[in-house]
């Protein structure tokens, strides 16, 4: 991951609202969650919501896809774990460490 896509994931991640969003996306899984159910589960009107899913979407920290009438969000966990070695590369001087192995939370997740 480059310092430019860092910046912009970190970005959409400073919101309390996108934070939120998100952290409920990664307990949510590769299943993900209805665009519904994130707004009821986080109390956030269904224009809000949209504007803070644009902007961790376009940010790569999440995706989306049609399943019926609904869309499914889920939180792009490649982009997370890149952003989590991006973050702790040179962490302990640069020799393999605890912080840089970053644990295997959902299975076969790029």
Known sequence: MDSK?????????AH???????????V???EGMAAGELAQALGLSP????FHLKDLSHAGMAES????????????FGAMTDLIG??????????????SDPPDCCGDAP
């Open 65 to 76: 896809r049609q399943d019926g009438r609904f869309v499914i969000y889920t939180a792009n």
């Open 86 to 99: 991006f973050l702790t590369e040179n962490c302990c001087s640069g020799t393999t460490c605890e912080a």
């Open 28 to 30: 949510a899984g590769p």
């Open 5 to 13: 896509l860092a910046v912009r994931a970190l970005s959409a991640l």
């Open 16 to 26: 309390e609202s996108r934070l939120a969003i998100f952290r409920l996306l990664v």
């Open 47 to 50: 224009s809000s919501l949209s």
